[in-house]
């Protein structure tokens, strides 16, 4: 851990696969939504998308063509990283997680355990975890740890020992999930601490922790991660009417803390995405 000034990645996560508009009626769902959204997103300062589809009724999908459809829509706008969840949504087969990878993102998460997620279980084998790793290397996608536990760490560890990383790692720590670590400052501490490899790393808050954990993390040297798929409020019982909104207050906050937000290219060397 350090001060920082180097340039900071945010990045946004606009739909996810949980949020509804009952929830939030501002929640992109269609390829075209979700492209405007992260132009929108991009001119306030966001380099990396991280991309859940939807069905146009709302329901999450993990059809590669419609991931692709997202993805040309947002190059049409913008130059940002291309990021994938191949956590789709929870109680999806492995199947279908795995054909996330047809659509070629430049980054795809890696979820390093399975865990109580709130009220169901998030499955993540360790087969499924090594057929995925498998897959992004020989593709060369770059894989992103989602940890959210300090034990997800040891499995970070173990595909890097078993050389199924291309250089150093890189962590998304996912914290507040129910289910998963508590958000706070200490256990961030701890997770930055039981890396087994350095490598840059981003922090994801849920819910209020968004604010203040990404606020942190920007100070100490990592990375931000914000959008609608884990918080879609602004404050305390107002919800934020754009991704874009809660993405300019991130660069806000960053610049208060002396540091620049990365370009798309600068995120694609901070993040190694060209070295994948």
Known sequence: MSWSTDPVVITVAPTGAEVTRAQNPHLPITPEEIAREVARSA???ASVVHIHARLDDGQPTTDPEVLRR?????RERCDVVIGMSTGAQVGMSHEERLRVLDAAPEIASLNCGSLNFGNEI???DPALIEALAKRMQADGIRPELETYDLGMLATAGRLAEAGLLSGPPL???VMGVPGG???SPENLLAMLHNR????PWTVTGIG???LPLTTLACAIGGHMRVGFEDNIYYRRGQLATSNAELVARARRLAGELGRTVATP???????GVADA
């Open 43 to 45: 001119a306030e300062g």
């Open 122 to 124: 998030f499955d993540n």
């Open 208 to 210: 209020r922790h968004q």
């Open 181 to 183: 670590i508590p958000a």
């Open 70 to 74: 997202i993805a040309e829509l947002i």
């Open 196 to 199: 087994g490899r350095p490598g």
């Open 171 to 173: 962590y998304n720590f």
């Open 265 to 271: 290219g600068e995120a694609r060397r901070i993040l």
